[in-house]
């Protein structure tokens, strides 16, 4: 009978993912494997020695009754910063199953910001329940940092950093760094305070290593600083580094004392975060929904979305309502009404999606709105002539009608001025009254560009052929 060790030999040498990058699916086999059979030894073979992202992946393909016992097996040699790789959802979940004394001993050797991660979601008596059993400065430390408000500076920070005096020489910061074992895992500045920690200066690592030891800090520290306050939002600290090209910033609190360092891979994760909110907000799904969720959630976060385009679609039912008697006695109206309608859509979502992005970004502010907007008004008047001529020319020959063509024409033009202008209109008014316009603006534009367009097309047309 095979022991352990025969058993992690026998294991065939899978790689965890293929060449363009995805899970290989005989990998995780193996793993279920190890699993089923209880081979701790085999699951440390295959797991221990991944990378935390590549651990998520694994741990995210699993079922969900087998990912805790993946961690139960593992033991020491599971790496906690891997559930900061995975979906909230499923984070939640296996930490529901997980022992509070397991938590707290995961958490324990993870750099500050990954620790508050895996713990913000929890309740607050099962936060309570972990932190009470890690050691007294951590404890005091995390509670600081899940006490600020979420998706804050605070939050994402990590309050381990390297701080000397002024008074401090470049030789004894080096022997310092060298002697002291509980340094960040990575660095790129040396920041200089005073007695009460408040914020001096900073000093380049580079600048530090290539400077004789002699020299004392206060000749090399520069005073340029970009400090974010702790409770500062996420975005806006995002759009800092973006803007000034940073690798860190110190994060201060609101007496100025330095607290924490937020560095560029966890602007990295933000940016991906609000971008990926965005996308889903202009699609109408909640930014908290994930692949993960179950059906119930999903289709009940969908809801208020779909609710919403219905009270769009019933207005537009009710504008074309009005006009029965035109479309009766016109067929080819009830033919080509829907291509108006599609085609102001379009060109609505395009303006808005363009809009919503600037103003996420701040391109789009006071100083260049005027001109933004008039250029999206020729924007849509150019492209309204183009489409004009090209449906009405169609229409025309198909249903042999030459003035159908101008009516079609002329409705083209509306609708896609009434896209342009509605697009960008919209997404700032909204934004005047502090409703973000990445999940409002839809159904709006949505709503301007069906009535206006059905309005348009159908109004000329009963005008022109004296259809009421």
């Known amino acids: 009978m095979l022991d352990e060790k025969d058993m992690t030999a026998t294991l065939p040498a899978v790689a965890p993912r293929d060449d363009e990058g995805n899970l290989r699916a005989d990998y995780v086999g193996e793993v279920v494997k190890a699993l089923d059979a209880g081979n701790a030894v085999a699951l440390r073979e295959l797991v221990g020695e991944l990378h935390e992202a590549d651990a998520g992946a694994v741990i995210e393909a699993l079922d969900p009754e087998l990912r805790p016992r993946l961690i139960a097996l593992m033991g020491a040699d599971f790496d906690f910063t ?16 997980l022992p509070p004394a397991t938590v707290a001993e995961g958490v324990r050797d993870l ?9 913000e979601d929890l ?27 979420e998706n804050s500076a605070g939050r994402l920070m990590q309050d381990e950093f390297i701080a000397v005096g002024l008074d401090w020489t470049v030789g004894q910061t080096i022997d310092y760094m060298r002697e002291t074992p509980d340094l960040p895992e990575r660095f790129w500045e040396i920041y200089v305070a005073d007695a009460d920690r408040k914020l001096i200066g900073v ?3 580079d600048r530090l290593l290539r400077t004789k030891r002699p020299v004392p800090i206060e000749d090399l520290f520069e005073e340029d600083l970009r400090p974010v306050k702790a409770t500062d939002d996420q975005e806006e600290v995002a759009r800092l580094f973006e803007r000034y090209d940073l690798v860190s910033a110190p994060v201060v609190d609101n007496d100025d004392r330095l607290v ?15 971008a990926e909110e965005d996308i889903k907000a202009l699609g109408g799904v909640s930014g908290e929904e994930e692949l993960s969720d179950s059906v119930w959630t ?45 085609m102001g859509g379009n060109a609505g979502t395009q303006t808005m999606t363009v809009t919503v992005r600037a103003l996420a970004t701040r391109e789009l502010s006071s100083a260049n709105t005027v001109r933004i907007i008039r250029r999206e008004l020729f924007v849509g008047l150019i492209n309204g002539l183009v489409f004009a001529g090209i449906i009405g020319a ?75």
Not at 88 to 95: A, H, K, Q
Not at 130 to 145: C, F, G, M, N, Y
Not at 417 to 431: C, D, N, R, S, Y
């Open 82 to 97: 891997a559930l900061t790789q995975v979906d909230d959802t499923v984070r939640e979940e296996i930490l529901e199953e």
């Open 111 to 119: 750099d500050s910001d990954d620790a508050v991660t895996i713990l």
């Open 123 to 149: 309740p607050k008596e099962d936060q309570a329940e972990i932190l009470e059993q890690l050691p007294a400065v951590e404890r005091i430390a995390l509670k600081r940092s899940l006490d600020y408000p």
């Open 203 to 205: 000093v380049a690592l």
């Open 260 to 274: 924490g360092v937020i560095t560029f891979d966890d602007i990295v994760d933000v940016i991906e975060e609000e």
């Open 298 to 342: 999903t289709a009940r976060s969908r809801l208020p979305w779909l609710l919403a385009n219905l009270m769009t679609a019933l207005i537009s039912a009710w504008v074309i309502s009005n006009f029965e008697g035109a479309i009766g006695k016109m067929v080819a109206l009830a033919v080509l009404m829907p291509i108006v309608a599609s």
């Open 394 to 468: 169609v229409a025309a020959l198909t249903f042999n009608i030459t003035d159908l063509g101008f009516v079609i024409g002329l409705a083209m033009v509306t609708v896609l001025v009434a896209a342009a202008l509605g697009g960008i209109l919209i997404p700032l008014m909204l934004t005047k009254l502090g409703v973000d316009p990445a999940v409002s603006s839809g159904p709006f534009v949505t709503t301007v560009t069906d009535v206006v367009g059905f309005l348009s097309f159908l109004g000329i047309a009963t005008i022109w052929f004296g259809l009421g």
